[in-house]
């Protein structure tokens, strides 16, 4: 213990074995430690190097800068969703993307939990408020699809709104396709024990324990839940008109530079220097939710 407060050791049900993780423990034990970045079937045993993500960061940061002028002169549309279970390394992703990009038409939308007035509405309504105009980029940090993760693992919606959901959202995303919106959502896939990993990182560093909540801590035991709830929601929400594009993200690193790799090569913009661009590493970033809903 680091501060005096009551335990919150958790017993873990990790394939065969019962585990015992305690988020508060300064200690990150060794069946976290080494298993942490293979977690999830990551098809590496190394972390990308500092030197090479930060070179390669860099030139992609300035395709993007070109996209943003590209957008303001014709007007164009980009939203991207990011998705994923906690400590996937969504805002990362995010921040990496638009650090360069002007804020004024570069925005991240965090929505807090819906007022009383909010919950009264239809449901998309709160979202459309905050999509793009002309020449804007906007990146959601999580989005509707909360309702077909967090909301009914949590109990916070009934069964009869996530089936509602599941029926409405393909036709939804058809309507802002067809509106002619560049439309990406991201799923950012780590595995359990790199979730546990980042739970204690989070715990243990003074400027990021605020990102640990005590909803983190009640989803511990849902891991199963959550999965199950992700690979219908990949399965029955990935259409022609709004894929789905899965990132395994246990090494942060790999995962931002494809995920801009994968906008950039997606957009015509002016400019365009794909040798800057690069390639995508189809090990990291794949655009057939199929090869992931059946990883363990």
């Known amino acids: 213990m680091t501060d005096g407060t009551e335990s919150r050791a958790v017993e873990l049900k990790i394939g065969k074995d019962t585990r015992v993780f305690d988020v508060d423990d300064p200690e990150l034990p060794d069946w976290v430690k080494d298993k942490a970045l293979e977690s999830g079937g990551f098809p590496y045993d190394k972390k990308m190097k500092t030197d090479d993500y930060e070179k390669e960061l860099k030139a992609l940061q300035i395709e993007l800068v070109k996209v943003q002028f590209w957008l303001q002169k014709t007007g164009q549309r980009v939203m991207a ?8 390394g ?3 992703a995010i921040s990496a993307t638009r650090e360069y990009m002007n804020p004024r038409s570069a925005r991240t939308v965090a929505l807090s939990k819906p007022t009383e007035t909010e919950r009264g509405q239809w449901y998309f309504q709160r979202y459309i408020t905050h999509f793009p105009a002309a020449g804007e980029f906007v990146l959601f940090d999580r989005s509707w699809y909360n309702r077909a993760g967090v909301e009914p693992v949590m109990g916070f919606c009934t069964p009869e ?4 959901f599941l029926d409405h959202v393909p036709r939804f995303e058809k309507m802002v396709a067809d509106e002619k919106i560049h439309f990406f959502k991201f799923w950012l896939d780590i595995g359990r024990e790199m979730q546990l990993k980042r739970f204690h990182d989070r715990r243990h560093d003074p400027l990021h324990v605020w990102k640990l909540s005590p909803m983190d801590i009640a989803a511990l035991n849902k891991w199963d839940d959550y999965t199950a709830k992700r690979n219908r929601m990949l399965a029955e929400t990935h259409t022609d008109k709004a894929p789905w594009t899965v990132v395994l993200a246990n090494d942060k690193r790999r995962a931002r530079t494809n995920i801009i790799r994968h906008l950039l090569q997606s957009l015509d913009y002016e400019g365009k220097d794909e040798k800057a661009i690069g390639s995508i590493d189809r090990d990291i970033l794949m655009t057939d939710p199929k090869k992931v809903i059946d990883r363990k």
């Open 161 to 164: 709104q996530y089936e509602q």
């Open 90 to 92: 969504k805002g990362g």
């Open 81 to 88: 969703l990011f998705e994923g279970r906690d400590a996937a």
